[in-house]
């Protein structure tokens, strides 16, 4: 992964309305804060989120001109990425809350490209 300097410089070099990014990097860092919670983690496992899933959504989205079709390219990739249906629900609630993005109906969260996460268990 890249380090923040070289994410930056990356990120300014796609065109994206500036709006954007700043809402995208909004969305990602409370997706992080979920998946990186104890209580999640204990509940799901740890998925290992890092700014190459907002590199990824950027990269997907930027030739969009529309917020809206650039959050579903977002909310598109992140839900793909979580295995269990009330994760991806859990996302989605994000993506309503801090910007105000729902997927239309009929919309399916696509789980084709889920990443694995790792269980943690007590050790005896």
Do not use: C
Request: hydrophobic share 40%.
């Amino acid at each position: 992964l890249a380090s923040p300097s070289a994410q930056t410089a990356l990120i300014s070099q796609l065109e994206i309305d500036p709006n954007f990014v700043l809402l995208a990097q909004k969305v990602h860092e409370k997706i992080v804060e979920l998946l990186l919670s104890e209580q999640f983690i204990m509940k799901r496992g740890l998925y290992l989120i890092n700014a190459s899933w907002l590199i990824d959504w950027l990269k997907s989205a930027a030739s969009e001109q529309r917020l809206d079709a650039f959050m579903h390219i977002g909310w598109t990739k992140y839900t793909s990425k979580l295995r269990h249906d009330s994760i991806r629900n859990q996302i989605t609630e994000i993506f309503k809350q801090q910007a105000r993005f729902t997927p239309a109906p009929g919309q399916k969260q696509i789980a084709d490209t889920t990443e694995t996460p790792y269980v943690l268990t007590d050790r005896v």
